[in-house]
């Protein structure tokens, strides 16, 4: 029996003159392969972890309205931050003032508005600042070691030995009575950078060691390049959790300056402004105090429960769950 290609599939004939049968390979395509089927996975990302969490959805959600409040504020506003007027003050809670007067007049709700432009720029702002330094110094730090890591690091120290708050209070007071925004940011940001700089390096200390940096150095990168594009993205997690509750402490720390009288100036309304004005008519009119309060306690207990949720969502436990 004999078995011909496609290209000779033509009747043979055998010695005897006999014809042969012959048998063709087929000349279509081969038979598709049954696929097996595979489990579809879900894939447990960070929106799903999200979702499965209602407490710190929620608290994204009135983050999100605060910010968006604040952004948003001039287009929100039925009245101006500064206008006075005499014949409303002391107005309570209303439909036309919904978080009611102040003592010149003025709505609490629009001034509660703009100072979240403020308080949470002042937040934002300042975390940037302490962010850049820290990634800076930290990568540095971890990725040299020997002297420079020594001296970095007991800076660190020395930093975080030292009463924050009233460092910045002493350089506010010493400094011109007006602090503008842009000096408080300076300073809160220049003082919050120790603990993103010790995450940082701490993150970057064990990733040197791995083999893709030395397969970065063998084909000739630079050290900034090393530290930029392969060492710093994996200090996402960590400085993430960082970030957000340095975000808490700012606010809670310009609002404490504003509350004291070196930070934000009025008339420029900022929450801390706000309740420092209002401690006078706490006992008649306790709505111009609770509302800025209010705001500032809000925002803070949001940053912590998101921080909890980003540590626990980024956790190498929880990673290898998914």
């Given at each position: 029996?004999?078995?011909?290609?496609?290209?000779?599939?033509?009747?043979?004939?055998?010695p005897?003159?006999?014809?042969?049968?012959?048998h063709?390979?087929?000349?279509?395509?081969?038979?598709?392969?049954?696929?097996?089927s595979?489990?579809?996975?879900?894939?447990h990302?960070?929106?799903?972890a999200?979702?499965r969490?209602?407490?710190?959805?929620?608290?994204?959600?009135?983050?999100?309205?605060?910010?968006m409040m604040?952004?948003?504020?001039?287009?929100?506003?039925?009245?101006?931050?500064?206008?006075?007027?005499?014949?409303?003050?002391?107005?309570s809670?209303?439909?036309?003032?919904?978080?009611?007067t102040d003592?010149?007049?003025?709505?609490?709700f629009?001034?509660?508005?703009?100072?979240?432009?403020?308080s949470?720029?002042?937040?934002?702002?300042?975390?940037?600042v302490?962010?850049?330094?820290?990634?800076?110094a930290?990568?540095?730090?971890?990725?040299?070691?020997?002297v420079?890591d020594t001296l970095?690091?007991?800076?660190?120290d020395?930093?975080?030995?030292?009463?924050?708050?009233?460092?910045?209070?002493?350089?506010?007071?010493?400094?011109t009575p007006?602090?503008?925004?842009?000096a408080v940011?300076v300073m809160?940001?220049?003082?919050?950078?120790?603990?993103?700089?010790?995450?940082?390096?701490?993150?970057?200390?064990?990733?040197k060691?791995n083999?893709?940096?030395d397969?970065?150095r063998?084909?000739?990168?630079?050290?900034k390049r090393?530290?930029?594009?392969?060492?710093?993205?994996?200090?996402?997690?960590p400085?993430?959790?960082?970030?957000?509750?340095?975000?808490?402490?700012a606010?809670?720390?310009e609002?404490?300056?504003?509350?004291?009288?070196?930070?934000?100036?009025?008339p420029?309304p900022?929450?801390?402004?706000?309740l420092?004005?209002?401690?006078?008519?706490?006992?008649?009119?306790?709505?111009?105090?609770?509302?800025?309060?209010?705001?500032?306690?809000?925002?803070?207990?949001?940053?912590?429960?998101l921080?909890?949720?980003?540590?626990?969502?980024?956790?190498p436990?929880?990673?290898?769950r998914?």
């Amino acid at each position: 029996m004999v078995f011909s290609t496609p290209a000779l599939d033509t009747p043979a004939k055998a010695p005897e003159g006999r014809a042969v049968r012959v048998h063709s390979v087929p000349t279509g395509p081969p038979p598709s392969r049954r696929r097996r089927s595979v489990p579809v996975r879900a894939k447990h990302g960070f929106l799903h972890a999200l979702k499965r969490n209602p407490l710190a959805f929620t608290a994204l959600v009135i983050v999100g309205l605060i910010v968006m409040m604040a952004i948003f504020a001039p287009l929100l506003s039925p009245y101006d931050k500064d206008q006075i007027d005499l014949t409303k003050q002391y107005l309570s809670p209303s439909l036309d003032h919904p978080f009611g007067t102040d003592d010149l007049g003025r709505d609490v709700f629009v001034r509660v508005m703009h100072g979240g432009r403020v308080s949470l720029s002042v937040g934002f702002l300042a975390m940037l600042v302490a962010l850049i330094v820290g990634l800076l110094a930290g990568g540095v730090a971890g990725y040299y070691g020997g002297v420079l890591d020594t001296l970095v690091m007991r800076f660190v120290d020395l930093m975080l030995a030292i009463p924050v708050f009233f460092v910045i209070l002493f350089i506010s007071s010493i400094m011109t009575p007006r602090l503008t925004v842009i000096a408080v940011i300076v300073m809160i940001g220049f003082t919050q950078w120790m603990e993103v700089a010790r995450l940082v390096r701490s993150v970057v200390m064990a990733t040197k060691e791995n083999e893709f940096v030395d397969a970065a150095r063998i084909i000739g990168a630079s050290d900034k390049r090393i530290i930029l594009r392969h060492l710093l993205p994996h200090t996402t997690a960590p400085v993430l959790v960082a970030v957000t509750l340095g975000l808490a402490q700012a606010i809670i720390i310009e609002s404490a300056l504003s509350f004291l009288g070196f930070g934000i100036q009025p008339p420029t309304p900022s929450w801390g402004a706000m309740l420092q004005n209002a401690q006078g008519y706490l006992a008649t009119c306790p709505w111009i105090a609770v509302f800025p309060g209010l705001m500032i306690f809000t925002t803070v207990i949001c940053c912590n429960v998101l921080a909890d949720f980003l540590g626990e969502a980024f956790s190498p436990m929880n990673a290898q769950r998914r």
